[in-house]
Antibody, heavy 120, light 110 residues
């Protein structure tokens, strides 16, 4: 069965950096695009970034463009999110999600999430 | 980035029918349709419908979706206590080159 396990969250000061990881199993990782989506405490879902299956195409939300970098290691089945210049408003649970493509692009399976808290 | 519009809450009785709406524009919902996600309290989201009216395996037939123009809808028939959750719609926006979500609709089963 599909499993996505995020790690790397924690408490970081404003302006700091953090790298999140998402270990994938139960499906052919190299076939699917992957997303990062975040959810601030008590708030709705916000899409953060997407990477195509081959890693050659990436998209970012305006709110993180230039600060966050999505990447993947297809030899290890791991998705990453490098987060720099962190701000208080980046505080959220960060989820990785597998893409489902079927005449459109959708969010298929999700991990349990990892909490990032940006605070001094 | 502009998101999709959902009503904040819907309340219906046990075994009744709830219809949730998601309004976008011709660049997102009106283009490739919407996906629907269910998020129960304390859990990650789960896909319940995609490409307007397809259900992933394991999702109850009580969930059905449709689209009319720039508005997508999710209908839950025979409401059960376990259907209490937040429901989010999502779509790819071709003009923004980004995915967008609705603000979510909280479904309460009375």
């Amino acid at each position: 069965q599909v499993q996505l396990v995020e790690s790397g969250g924690g408490v970081v000061q404003p302006g700091g950096s953090l790298r999140l990881s998402c270990a994938a199993s139960g499906f052919t990782f190299t076939t699917y695009g992957m997303h990062w989506v975040r959810q601030a405490p008590g708030k709705g879902l916000e899409w953060v970034a997407f990477i195509r299956n081959d890693g050659d195409k990436k998209f970012y939300a305006d709110s993180v463009k230039g600060r966050f970098t999505i990447s993947r290691d297809n030899s290890k089945n791991i998705l990453y999110l490098q987060m720099n210049s962190l701000r208080a408003e980046d505080t959220a649970v960060y989820y990785c999600a597998k893409e489902r493509v079927d005449s459109g692009s959708y969010f298929d399976y999700w991990g349990q999430g990892t909490l990032v808290t940006v605070s001094s | 980035q502009a998101g999709l519009t959902q009503p904040p809450s819907v309340s219906k009785g046990l075994r009744q029918t709830a219809t949730l709406t998601c309004t976008g524009n011709s660049n997102n919902v009106g283009n490739q349709g919407a996906g629907w996600l269910q998020q129960r309290q304390g859990h990650p989201p789960k896909l319940v419908s995609y490409r307007n009216n397809n259900r992933p395996s394991g999702i109850s037939e009580r969930f059905s979706a449709s689209r009319s123009g720039n508005t997508a809808s999710l209908t839950i028939t025979g409401l059960q206590p376990e259907d209490e959750a937040d429901y989010y719609c999502s779509a790819w926006d071709s003009s923004l080159s980004a995915w967008v979500f609705g603000g979510g609709t909280k479904v309460t089963v009375l």
